[in-house]
């Protein structure tokens, strides 16, 4: 990668990033500060990933600690948030290793797989596949985005999905949530 393609790439990520919590404000009926300090987690988060291709065990576990904090001050019932932060981490432990298995290389890492844990304190187990899903959309969309702007294909080459699973949580944070009180 080029000096000229890696200082856009410093700038535009985190600029876009940056802008997010403006949806919050605008047009969602979550709670400010709760969010806010959602946001901050999350920026955190997808910055470290984008830049070292890992989420840090620490910042990881404070996203699921406030988030069943969160649930247990403001949810009718823990148990969907408690459902979710097992059956996150099961669920991308799984794909990984099965990845992994089939491939003969890591496609997952396990840092992923914790997210989507934290995620599901966040918001149940309910929210997690919309969080998967809207994650996937747009990892795949930042792959085509990049491979056609550079004009080279190269699947091997790693991509951070932390960022992708920040935005998916925070969407679905913001705007979709079946057990709240």
């Given amino acids: ?21 403006l949806a919050a404000l605008l047009w969602s009926d979550r709670p400010l500060l709760v969010s806010l300090v959602l946001y901050a987690n999350l920026y955190a988060l997808a910055l470290y990933d984008h830049f070292t291709f890992r989420l840090p065990n620490l910042l990881v576990a404070t996203l ?17 948030y408690l459902i979710g932060l097992v059956a996150g981490f099961i669920a991308l432990a799984a794909l990984a290793l ?7 290389r890591a496609g997952l890492g396990m840092g992923d797989a914790k997210f989507l844990g934290a995620a599901g304190a966040w918001v149940s187990w309910a929210g997690l596949p919309p969080v998967l899903l809207i994650a996937s959309l747009a990892g795949l969309g930042g792959f085509l985005v990049k491979s056609v ?14 960022p992708f699973l920040c935005l998916g949580l925070w969407l679905v944070w913001l705007y979709f949530s079946p057990f709240d009180a």
Avoid: C
């Avoid at 099965?98 to 003969?104: D, H, P, V």
């Avoid at 702007?149 to 932390?162: D, K, L």
């Fill in 1 to 21: 990668m080029d000096t000229a393609d890696t200082g856009k790439r410093r700038f535009i990520i985190p600029a876009l990033l940056f802008l997010l919590p």
């Fill in 149 to 162: 702007s550079s004009g080279r294909h190269n699947s091997a080459e790693p991509i951070p999905f932390g």
């Fill in 98 to 104: 099965a990845y992994e298995k089939l491939r003969g």
């Fill in 64 to 80: 699921a600690v406030v988030g069943l904090l969160n649930a247990y001050l403001n949810a009718a019932h823990m148990a969907p």
